[in-house]
């Protein structure tokens, strides 16, 4: 160390060349370094995607879901799993520790899943993914919504906030848009205690014709030579208005029909009487 210090000491234009090649080895990093207003990190989750054509959610849970989640729980360096099961599609996503060693976490996930030898018949074969990139790398702006009067309700602020995201879509630009802040759209039934004692009816048979009147039930698939029909059952009122007036009459029917029924059997079987 002293024979180098003594060199660059005797010789000092050495000395200058070497701090002008160490400034120029620096600028060329700065310059060819990635920089990004939010860093792109790699997510330490692994997606496993399913494809059941004609099943319903429940069938997904049940033939599916469960089976991947039983799998993989037993596998190390996962942190927790959440699933998701909807029509005809399931998606299990699995999280894992961040200084776990995704690569073998992949191979460990791939033979467990490909051992499931129980899937439903018609069930395609599961695709497994590892996320490559995530977080905020991929967000190009945040756009908020407020009313300066404090008496506009919510819910003409969800309102604009569609048109918004409509508008955003519409220039086939932007792909994905995800809304925050704003509550779930529900439905508030309230029945007046008079009419309930007048039709005889509860609110159980109140909530049995609501559902009766919202179904959406897939009952399979018909397979032919070159086509794949599915049959699905979807009736959905979403108006309060038609929910009202579709429950409203399908209550005074069952009552009018169960009272002529009790009337007229009695006078059927004996005339006489």
Known sequence: MRNVINFFIKRPIWT????VVVLMFGF????SLNRSFFPEIDPAK????????GASPQEMEDGVTIKVEQAVKGL??????DANSQE???????????DADMNELLSDVENAVNSINSF??????????????????????FVGLTAKDPSIPRTALAEKANEVEQALLNTKVITQITKQGFPEKEISINVRENDMLRYNINMEVIAQAVALLN???????????????????????????????????????????SW??????????????
């Open 260 to 273: 002529n029924y009790t009337w007229w059997k009695p006078r059927n079987e004996h005339p006489s009487k």
């Open 120 to 141: 439903p018949e018609g069930a395609n074969k599961p695709t497994i993914t590892r996320l490559k990139t995530g977080g905020m790398a991929s967000v190009v702006a």
């Open 16 to 19: 200058n060349a070497f701090i």
């Open 88 to 98: 005809n599609f399931a998606q299990i996503s699995i999280q894992a520790y961040k």
């Open 28 to 31: 060329w990093s700065i310059s």
């Open 46 to 53: 692994i997606v496993v995607s399913v494809f059941y054509p």
């Open 215 to 257: 179904n959406d039930v897939t009952a399979g698939i018909i397979r032919g030579g070159s086509q794949e029909m599915s049959i699905r059952a979807n009736n959905r009122e979403t108006s309060p208005q038609e929910i009202g007036d579709c429950t409203s009459c399908s209550l005074i029917k069952q009552r009018c029909y």
């Open 76 to 81: 190390k360096d996962i942190e927790y799993i």
